[in-house]
């Protein structure tokens, strides 16, 4: 007989440090989901669920997506092994993809994850510049380098005295960071301007790293000119501009978030969506600062190595996700704001008639519903208004009825092609029973 949830929870707390696997998955009532497909989970019960977590967010074409897999099975059969000495045709031709993609970037080098990425994306900035210093932003998420994980979503008690223009003390978000790289990071909030200004004008500063759109604290979009004016100050203080699409990257356009603002970042990272749920990163940027990885110079010469870099497996993954994404732009960028508008629709019609406020943010196929009444512009905003009580009741229910959302207040949920009209109407007519009989 196969385990229940009780005690599926009693042998990983056993087996695995902190209970879950990336110790952010924890959820509360536990679930033993068993499966996933397209835009589906099942748990152990046989209990199918709308997936609207998607993995946090890399399945931009659902689970086990066919023609991604495909690609995969045909690589292994054909002998694309870990090779590891020299350059292997597939690592060129999806770097050609994604230099002709993203309009920052002109070369590139292929990590595992997300996080590896941006910790290379900030040892080039620190090569380039000859500077130390990062700045961040409060709310953002960046990965587990130690350079960045550093208040990542502040309580309210902390953020509630803060004053825009101004940067805050950097607060560790796990233990084991040395003391001494407090004096290297600043943390400011995003779409505070003046606060980039003032800490980035002393002229000491590496780089600024953010996502264009702050999406682990839900969809919080960039104020018309910020993502300009960074651009303007990195520009006249020295500083590399890094975007953080590791969310954001091929789910929004194409070209990136970069591509959507019009503003092209000095270095930029992806991950996630790349490779639709295949472990793939991506460090890119100019080729004068990439370039930093061939320099004659052993001291200015920046190393990025790794056994499992551009393993062809999630080399292939990648491929037949940027060409699918290349051949059928229109359609799968429309598609996903099609959809996306359609659940957005009905949402709105069911949280009009409520006595509480709601905000319905979006862009394309990701989305938040806040339990505030109005679009946050930062964490701030968000620790300070956000109805953290009814938003997690709300995302608990929904479990309840048969609707994935990640059961963390505020937390992004993402729309896949898998999804289909049918099922955002019916996520509508679930969510209408479940906000009504929560009152
Ligand atoms: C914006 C952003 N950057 C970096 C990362 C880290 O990527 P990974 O989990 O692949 O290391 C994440 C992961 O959620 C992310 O959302």
């Known amino acids: 007989m196969s385990e229940s949830v009780a005690e599926a929870v009693a042998r990983q707390r056993q087996y695995i440090a902190g209970g879950t696997m990336s110790i952010n998955r924890a959820i509360t009532p536990p679930k033993l989901f068993v499966r996933a497909e397209g835009a589906y989970l099942w748990d152990d019960s046989g209990r199918r669920y709308f997936d609207y977590h998607a993995g946090f967010a890399p399945y931009l074409f659902g689970h086990a997506d066919k023609e991604v897999d495909d690609a995969v099975i045909a690589a292994i059969r054909s002998g694309a092994s870990l090779i590891g000495a020299g350059t292997m045709p597939w690592e060129a031709d999806l770097a050609e993809m994604l230099v002709e993609a993203v309009p920052g970037i002109e070369q590139l080098q292929l990590t595992s994850t997300g996080s590896e990425a941006v910790s290379y994306a900030l040892r080039l900035a620190r090569a380039h510049t000859g500077r130390d210093k990062v700045v961040i932003m409060q709310g953002g998420y960046n990965g587990w ?15 509630g005295s803060h004053e825009p223009g101004t940067e805050y003390a950097p607060r560790v ?5 040395p003391k001494v790289i407090d004096e290297t990071v600043k943390v400011i909030e995003y779409n505070d301007l003046a606060a980039a200004e003032a800490v980035l004008s002393k002229g000491d500063i590496a780089a600024i790293i953010l996502e264009p759109v702050l999406q682990n604290v839900g969809i919080v979009k960039p104020q018309p000119g910020y993502l300009e004016g960074l651009r303007e100050i990195c520009d006249r203080t020295g500083t590399v501009l890094i975007f953080d699409e590791v969310k954001t990257g091929f789910r929004h356009a194409l070209g990136g978030y970069q591509e959507i603002a019009g503003v092209t970042p000095d270095l930029c990272t992806f991950g996630k969506a790349v490779a639709n749920g295949y472990p793939l990163g991506v460090v890119g940027g100019k080729q004068e600062i990439m370039a930093l990885c061939n320099d004659p110079d052993p001291k200015r010469r920046v190393v990025i190595a790794g056994t499992y870099n551009g393993h062809p497996v999630n080399v292939a993954a990648a491929k037949a996700s940027i ?3 290349m051949n059928r732009r229109e359609e799968v960028y429309g598609e996903l704001e099609r959809l996306g508008a359609r659940l957005q629709a009905g949402f709105e019609a069911i949280f009009a008639e409520r006595n509480y406020a709601t905000t319905f943010a979006r862009q394309g196929s990701a989305f938040t519903l806040y339990f505030m009444d109005h679009a ?27 609707v994935f ?34 009152g």
């Open 405 to 438: 959302h990640f059961p963390a207040a505020t937390k992004q949920s993402s729309i896949s092609l898998a999804h289909t009209d049918d099922d955002i109407d019916q996520t509508i007519e679930i969510t209408a029973d479940v906000v009504r009989a929560l």
């Open 173 to 177: 978000t796990t233990a084991g960071i």
């Open 145 to 159: 380098a130690d350079y960045v994980s550093y208040n990542l979503m502040d309580p309210a008690a902390v953020v």
């Open 323 to 325: 060409s699918r994404l």
């Open 376 to 402: 946050p512009v930062n964490w701030q905003d968000i620790a300070l208004n956000n109805d953290n009580e009814r938003d997690l009741a709300y995302r608990r229910a929904m479990i309840e009825a048969g």
